[in-house]
Nanobody, 123 residues
Framework: VQLQASGGGLVQAGDSLRLSCAASGRTFSLHVMAWFRQAPGKEREFAAAISRSGDRQLYADSVKGRFTISRDNAKNTVFLQMNSLKPEDTAVYYC?????????????????WGQGTLVTVSS
């Protein structure tokens, strides 16, 4: 699948933002989807993942309780709702796809990547 992420922007601490990732192709529902993020000078890190049907989600401890991942298989889209944003959430956010029934958290487990969308949270 090919992925196109959008929705990033500049917000203040405490604000909310919703990221979207649109996928091309007819096999979207066969892919585990995830969001990763990469802050300046840091390695890419896992944020959230969702199963193929959407019935299971996994979150990094740093975003648990604030971020929600969801998907709409009819529209080939995955979302990341981000609430109570903090300055440390500032990063480029990437969506990724894995043609597997198993949720994973390592970047190397995902074969398809979107181009990234920048989220900047000011204090």
């Amino acid at each position: 699948v090919q992925l196109q992420a959008s929705g990033g922007g500049l917000v203040q601490a405490g604000d909310s933002l919703r990221l979207s990732c649109a996928a091309s192709g007819r096999t979207f529902s066969l892919h585990v989807m995830a969001w990763f993020r990469q802050a300046p000078g840091k390695e890419r890190e896992f944020a959230a993942a969702i199963s193929r049907s959407g019935d299971r989600q996994l979150y990094a401890d740093s975003v648990k309780g604030r971020f929600t991942i969801s998907r709409d298989n009819a529209k080939n889209t995955v979302f990341l709702q981000m609430n109570s944003l903090k300055p440390e959430d500032t990063a480029v956010y990437y969506c990724a796809a894995r043609n597997s029934p198993f949720i994973a958290t390592k970047p190397s487990d995902f074969a398809s990547w979107g181009q990234g969308t920048l989220v900047t949270v000011s204090s």
